[in-house]
């Protein structure tokens, strides 16, 4: 509308950079505690997917280039672009349940704790992120390795249909059934997605029975034969059975050991009864290591919101963070062998490696349709965790020097939700299968042939 000024084209705000309101909009763009050096132009808070059409169309008019954010959990703040326009769906974060038909429909900045409190008065559940402060929009548009995803699939094989606003501004719905290539890129693009995804329909699961967790920690020394004789155990167990090895730099003391670096072995399975779940996990009671555990701790029945609340203890909120992923060929007594090695160095004792077993479902049905695919028979998640400003550099160096050591080929794959995407210019092509990397770029041409949305970061 001639005359208007921009501002008056929002429900939301437009904040400019300059304006009183623009350090805290940009800082809380990225929940890192380390916010990358870049500055978009303007950020237009949207409060509704009308705003996120009247932003792009103002983007455009103004000959600026668009990036996005939901929860603004990138660790590589790939939402922070130089000279861009930012939407910020933060504002879409409304989530309702429809349990006659075992749906939800959710804005992408919903979180996994939102949708897991939205579901609480029903029997049914979805694979939400670990971390309870993660959005669905970053989340599920990357694929998704959620809890029990090796039964359930990547969080992505639940969604059902998305809204999407498009370069040109149109608001269109895509399924598998309607613009079902964009649909296809919408799972699995992640933060190189060339549309904005307003509101997602997921399908839900019957809520399991019994959620039960049990765990062994050992010196980090023993990482080697611990992960050699619990990944055949991982990979027999019942697919409803979530295996994952953390090391971390500084174990607290035991009753039976000092303070110090520790492998923990965690198995939770998602049942249907509790003798169920137990009887999954007692293959963990027969462990030939189970006298050299520091800590033992039987299992005990869980939830979601207490497996939120443990992984929100290992992952604080306000701390400097750098992170890698790897899909290897190699074996996880291999990788995990290395991993110790970097870790018992860490320059920083809140530093951690993740390593789920086969973090996510193999049955082709729960993969079709969607640009995400698992890479390698190991998988793992290296984390560079501090608080001192002055120590950027050497948690920096010492992440990529670790990640270095567990790729020695530099040839391995990645995952897009958590790959380090200024490491190398091949971060965001490695984690796609070589013909799925080809049809996204395809899709990105033909979808935004003005290259109005930022695409990956890159160095
Ligand atoms: C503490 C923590 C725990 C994590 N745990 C897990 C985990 O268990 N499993 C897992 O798979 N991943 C995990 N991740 C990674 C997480 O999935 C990604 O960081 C994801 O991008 C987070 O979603 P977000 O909406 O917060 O992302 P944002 O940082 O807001 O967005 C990242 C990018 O995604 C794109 N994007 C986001 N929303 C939209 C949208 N609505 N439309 C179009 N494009 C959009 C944009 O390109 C944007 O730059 C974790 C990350 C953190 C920080």
Known sequence: MPGRSPAARFEGTLIRRGDRAYDSARAAAVWNGLKPERFPEVIVRAASE??????????????????TRSGGHNWSGSQLRDGSLLIDLSGLRQCSIAPGTMTATAGPAATGQDLVRALAPYDLAFPVGHCPSVALGGFLLSGGLGWNSRAWGPSCADV????????????????EAE???????????????????????????????????????????????VAAWAEGVARELPVNVETAFVLTASGEPTATAPPGPRILLAMTAFATTHDEALAALSPAASCPFADSAVLVRAPEPTSFARLHQGADAAWPSAHRYAADTLWSAETYETQLTRMAAAVAHAPSGKS???????????????????????????YLVCYAVWTDPAADGTNARWLRDAMASADPSGRGGRYIAETDLEADASRARRSYAPADWERLQELKAAWDPENVFHSYLAP
């Open 179 to 225: 613009n079902a290539d964009l649909f296809w890129a919408a799972r699995g693009a992640g933060p190189g997605f060339f549309a904005v995804v307003t509101r997602f329909r997921l399908g839900l699961h019957p809520h399991p029975g019994a959620i039960v967790t049990t765990g062994l920690t050992f010196p980090l020394s023993a990482a080697g034969p």
């Open 352 to 378: 951690l490696v993740l390593a789920p077993v086969q973090p996510v479902s193999e049955d082709p049905a729960l993969l079709r349709n969607m640009a995400f695919s698992p890479l390698g028979e190991s």
């Open 160 to 175: 059902l249909e998305i809204r999407v606003v498009t370069a040109d501004g149109r608001t269109l719905t895509c399924s």
């Open 50 to 67: 009308r705003d996120v059409a009247e932003a792009l169309s103002y983007a455009r008019s103004e000959g600026m280039r668009v990036s």
